[in-house]
T-cell receptor, first 114, second 113 residues
Framework: AQTVTQSQPEMSVQEAETVTLSCTYD???????LFWYKQPPSRQMILVIR??????QNATENRFSVNFQKAAKSFSLKISDSQLGDTAMYFC???????????FGAGTRLTVKP | DTAVSQTPKYLVTQMGNDKSIKCEQN?????MYWYKQDSKKFLKIMFS???????INETVPNRFSPKSPDKAHLNLHINSLELGDSAVYFC????????????FGPGTRLTVT
């Protein structure tokens, strides 16, 4: 069974600094997708970034980037120049390439301090 | 221009009642989902529908039944509500039935008293 582990229940960072959220996953498959979703206090789930396992290049979306280490089954999220609006729960998720059974980690609560 | 909408956003009801949560997406997506997020924020898939066919059922109690009148709607019916059903329920949709980013609704907070 595929599982997703986020070992940091809570993190905090000063505004404008950089923070990295950790995620590891367990799978025996070769083709899959990894995602980071953000859930601010408004409760809305928002896709932050997506990585295809077959791509070696790390995905980047503006201030958000990932460090994808396929052999280590690690998928960390780096947030640069943190902003107050980044305060949210962040969920790492995994999905096999040929189905949509998405598995979520337990989440990391990130607080950006002014 | 809401992509995925859910009604109601809040639902308070008593044990034993039957309730429904509605979900609609205007993205033209083929697949829709229901997730349950418990008090510890753990998010777990309950159902997904692709072209009106149930393709995932994560051993959810049969008191929960998804109903899809058309591709744009996936409603969640819950019979004989229990205290443990209190949670936030999210509807989501994706373009394809294969792995693809999912777009979530705003969630419905269900409280069973």
């Amino acid at each position: 069974a595929q599982t997703v582990t986020q070992s940091q229940p809570e993190m905090s960072v000063q505004e404008a600094e950089t923070v990295t959220l950790s995620c590891t996953y367990d799978t025996s498959e070769n083709n899959y997708y990894l995602f980071w979703y953000k859930q601010p206090p408004s409760r809305q789930m928002i896709l932050v970034i997506r990585q295809e396992a077959y791509k070696q290049q790390n995905a980047t979306e503006n201030r958000f980037s990932v460090n994808f280490q396929k052999a280590a089954k690690s998928f960390s999220l780096k947030i640069s120049d943190s902003q107050l609006g980044d305060t949210a729960m962040y969920f790492c998720a995994y999905s096999l390439y040929n189905n949509n059974d998405m598995r979520f980690g337990a989440g990391t609560r990130l607080t950006v301090k002014p | 221009d809401t992509a995925v909408s859910q009604t109601p956003k809040y639902l308070v009801t008593q044990m034993g009642n039957d309730k429904s949560i509605k979900c609609e997406q205007n993205l033209g997506h083929d697949t829709m989902y229901w997730y349950k997020q418990d008090s510890k924020k753990f998010l777990k898939i309950m159902f997904s529908y692709n072209n009106k066919e149930l393709i995932i059922n994560e051993t959810v109690p049969n008191r929960f039944s998804p109903k899809s009148p058309d591709k744009a709607h996936l409603n969640l019916h819950i019979n004989s509500l229990e205290l443990g059903d209190s949670a936030v329920y999210f509807c989501a949709s994706s373009l394809l039935a294969t792995a693809y980013e999912q777009y979530f609704g705003p969630g419905t907070r269900l409280t069973v008293t």
